[in-house]
């Protein structure tokens, strides 16, 4: 069975430092990957994702992720964080052989200091 | 920019009681979900549904639950009889097709007294 794992359930960073978010899947077939953002008391908003191409992914606000197959890791960054960037940050993936269900991460908080 | 919604953001209920949790989709999506999150856990998938029909279901969506499209807007969770355990926020989400993004609505926080 495919699992996602977050090794980081909180992340403190201070405002304008750059910040790195890990994710670490385990399938034996070919997945694709999510990350999608939980602000407080809000929904779940897609962040950016990975279907095909270029491996290197970037949202509008500035985070980018990389698949990197080899190491079966999908690790969110951004060079300069906001404020207005703290908020819960999952990373999740569908199998390609499979279904539909996307198996969620347990997330990671991010908590950015002024 | 089209978005999920459900209803209600808040339900409390006592256990042994129905509960439906409502959702309207993004009008030209073919896929539905829901998914729940136990305070603290994990986002669990639940079940998905295309075409009018279950397309998966995961061990924790048992006999107590159903889905239902009853009209062209409308996608429900039933819960037939509730549990301590089943207390969680649950999303519902669609996507345009298989493998593409799931959009989720904000959420329905049930609580089982």
Known sequence: ?114 | EPEVTQTPSHQVTQMGQEVILRCVPISNHLYFYWYRQILGQKVEFLVSFYNNEISEKSEIFDDQFSVERPDGSNFTLKIRSTKLEDSAMYFCASSERRKETQYFGPGTRLLVL
């Open chain 1, 1 to 114: 069975a495919q699992s996602v794992t977050q090794l980081d359930s909180q992340v403190p960073v201070f405002e304008e430092a750059p910040v790195e978010l890990r994710c670490n899947y385990s399938s034996s077939v070919s997945v694709y990957l999510f990350w999608y953002v939980q602000y407080p008391n809000q929904g779940l908003q897609l962040l950016l994702k990975y279907l095909s191409g270029s491996t290197l992914v970037e949202s509008i606000n500035g985070f980018e992720a990389e698949f990197n197959k080899s190491q079966t890791s999908f690790h969110l960054r951004k060079p300069s964080v906001h404020i207005s960037d703290t908020a819960e940050y999952f990373c999740a993936v569908i199998l390609n052989n499979a279904g539909n269900m996307l198996t969620f991460g347990g997330g990671t908080r991010l908590m950015v200091k002024p």
